[in-house]
């Protein structure tokens, strides 16, 4: 009898990583105690942002972990799973979480547009990844999910133009004083 390898497992995600350009953390969600303080995950970060920028594809392993990333504009996305994971499943979530956030950014999936949406960024990372379980990877449905979800934003520009000028309360309240 073979001896067997590690067992199933659903908590296949250890890490979901957006780094800048320069190796700064914009968002970080780690699902186990691979990494248990700041100082372990920041340093983590480092070097897998520095392995990254040697090049050599999508795949990459580090320190015993399997990390699949991608760059898209100022920006490195990275979902990191365990040693022994199989890597098409890490990077579907990976091509779920760019391809969700390529809608909700319109298409502009940079820095600058991603620290404005930063609530919907966490809800699309929230749909897709659950305490290391991969929920969904079909982009479409996270998608749908936000929005129903979501509603539609303010024009805040106008209705904070509103407030300053005190348009929004004097068109409905009748006011007549001289």
Known sequence: MEPAGPEPSLYTVKALLVLDSLGQRLLAKYYDST????????????????????GGGEVA??????????????????????????ELMLLSVLTCLLDALGHLLQKEVEKRRLLANMEGTFLVVDE??????????????VIQRLSLRVPEPAPYGF??????????????????HK
């Open 35 to 54: 990494f248990p303080t700041a100082k372990e995950q920041s340093a983590f970060e480092r070097s897998i942002f520095r392995q990254s920028q040697r």
């Open 61 to 86: 392993t580090l320190q015993g972990l399997t990390v699949v990333c991608r760059s898209s504009g100022d920006l490195c996305f990275y979902v990191v799973g365990g040693g022994e994971e199989n």
């Open 159 to 176: 209705v904070l133009f509103d407030y300053l000028s005190g348009s929004s309360e004097q068109k409905g309240s009748g006011n007549s």
């Open 128 to 141: 897709i990844v659950d305490r290391g379980v991969i929920l969904e990877s079909d982009p479409q449905q």
